[in-house]
Each structure stands twice: as C-alpha cells, then as structure tokens.
C-alpha cells in the first residue's frame, strides 16, 4: 500500500507558483513594474506583435491585459501602431526603455532558470515535464466533461 502525500498535487504546484510569483514580482517591482507588465515586455519580441496575439499568450482575460497595455504605454515602454492594410490589426513595438527594462527582466528570468537546470537534474527535469504534460492533458479532460 502506497503513502498518502501530506498535500494534493494541486497544493504543491499552487505553492511552487506563489513563490515564484512573489519572487518575480519582487524583481518586477525594483524596475517599477509588475509581474504581468514584465511578462508582456518578454512576450513582445523586436519584432513587434499583434495586440490580438499577446492575449492567449499571455493567458490573461481581456480587460486585465487592455488595462496593463495601457500601463505600460503610458510609462513610455511600448508603442502601438494599427496596421496600414487593415485598420482593426494593432501592432505592439518595445520604446527604447522598454527594450531595456525587457533585457533586465530577460537576464533575471533566465538566469532563474539556468540555476534550475544546474541544480536539478535532466532526467528530473524530463519526468517534471512528464507529469506536468499528463496533468494539463487530464485537465483538458476534465474541462471537456464539464
């Protein structure tokens, strides 16, 4: 018979993120940002990206990301410009700060992530992305029955 885990999965996995949330957030906030705000400038490469793009990718609901776009725009990190061909496309484009503030958060997340793969080892990590993968796939599943 198998040992019952002092906490369920979902405990564990909503843990782990509170921490790093925090974590991130504390990093963010030394650059005058929030998590979000840093996680957006990530998303937004030098490339640009379409407005109608950085919302799935992002996983965040409409309104909170408008209001977090506007944020960022007003602090001089990112600039729109609508598409000349078709007027309802809204290109997102980094500001000189922006691309700065971007690599800074870059370098911090990164740098996080490295440390996790130094200390942690391959064959953890490739079962880590295992049962991650499994979980989300049950949770399709579940999602699909309700």
């Known amino acids: 018979m198998s040992e019952k885990p002092d906490f369920l999965y979902d405990h564990v996995v909503r843990h782990a993120w509170h921490r790093i949330s925090r974590m991130y957030n504390h990093m963010a906030a030394e650059q005058d940002l929030t998590m979000s705000m840093g996680f957006i400038l990530l998303a937004i490469g030098k490339e640009g990206i379409l407005s109608t793009q950085l919302g799935p990718k992002m996983g965040m609901e409409p309104t909170s990301l408008s209001r977090t776009l506007k944020l960022i725009e007003e602090r001089g990190l990112i600039y729109r410009v609508v598409d000349e061909i078709d007027k309802r496309k809204v290109h997102l484009y980094l500001t000189e700060e922006g691309i700065v503030k971007r690599k800074i958060i870059r370098n911090f ?20 992305y295992e049962v991650a993968e499994k979980v989300d796939a049950m949770i399709e599943e579940e999602m699909k029955r309700s």
């Open 109 to 128: 997340v990164v740098g996080f992530n490295e440390r996790i793969f130094t200390e942690i080892s391959p064959r953890k990590m490739k079962t880590f």
